[in-house]
């Protein structure tokens, strides 16, 4: 498939876990990429992994908890890609502790990040996104946001967060175009969840020491033997942002294998 030959694209976090597997799949079906993300690593483990495709791949360094670096970062990958038909927020960070035990400061960096870090991209994207074509944003949700996940209490709230402004945003965009959905990834091994990600933007969650497994029981995948590849993401969101997905707005698709029936 060649859903994305002349299509531009900015995704965040793009340097490891689901953000990368997103780049990497688009560039694969010919679009035009750039790929933002806190770590230069990160993103020249992207630019390596890219192949022959690297020849469409931009990089940009972006904390998208920075106000100034989003808007310094997205007015780059805009002058890069000569415009912006699609925009994935899959930047993140995942923190866990025991609710009593959690500073001010630490819950308001999981909200700052996720939350304010995606609203921000978003804001700075959207005059160029009514000019491009057929244009979408995914955002990134979660399971937490619907389900229990015991010491996430910062994150549920942040990914919460996210996937309400995604139906304010798919509504209020709806006259000019712009499609604004979410994915909802669960069970999914990736930079955040295991903490290989190379980006501060996507460390893993560093259960409490004395955390009650018993708590997550819930939390296995009914299909497969286990956690699934971030690739299983990236198809989603990849049809989520092209013209297979010009009839889906204001709305989310779990993608958990069946975690949470």
Not at 27 to 50: F, H, I, K, N, Q
Not at 115 to 131: C, D, K, N, S
Request: glycine residues 12%.
């Amino acid at each position: 498939m060649n859903r994305y030959e002349g299509r531009r694209v900015l995704v965040t976090g793009g340097g490891s876990g689901i953000g990368q597997a997103t780049v990497l799949r688009m560039l694969a079906e010919g679009g035009t990429v750039v790929a933002a993300d806190v770590s230069d690593a990160g993103l020249a483990d992207t630019r390596a992994r890219a192949g022959e495709a690297a020849d469409r791949l931009h990089t940009v360094t972006m904390n998208i908890a920075d106000e100034t670096s989003v808007r310094t970062g997205v007015a780059d990958a805009l002058a890069r890609l000569g415009g912006l038909d699609a925009l994935v927020n899959a930047a993140g960070i995942l923190r866990s502790s025991h609710t009593e035990q959690t500073s001010t400061e630490a819950f308001e960096q999981v909200l700052r990040v996720n939350l304010v870090g995606t609203f921000q991209v978003i804001r700075e994207a959207i005059p160029a996104l009514t000019r491009g074509t057929a244009p979408a944003v995914v955002n990134f949700s979660s399971t937490s946001a619907m389900f229990a996940h015991p010491y996430m209490a910062a994150y549920a709230a942040s990914k919460g967060g996210v996937q309400s402004m995604t139906h304010a945003l798919a509504a209020e965009y709806s006259p000019v175009g712009i499609r604004f959905t979410a994915v909802q990834p669960g069970s999914i091994s990736s930079g955040m969840t295991d903490g290989s990600g190379a980006s501060r933007q996507s460390q893993g969650p560093g259960l409490p020491e004395d955390a009650d497994m018993r708590l997550f029981a819930k939390l296995q995948p009914a299909l497969g033997a286990g956690f699934a590849g971030p690739e299983t993401v990236a198809g989603v969101v990849a049809m989520l942002a092209s013209e297979d997905g010009a009839f889906i707005t204001g709305t989310e698709i779990r993608v958990d294998g069946g975690t949470h029936y």
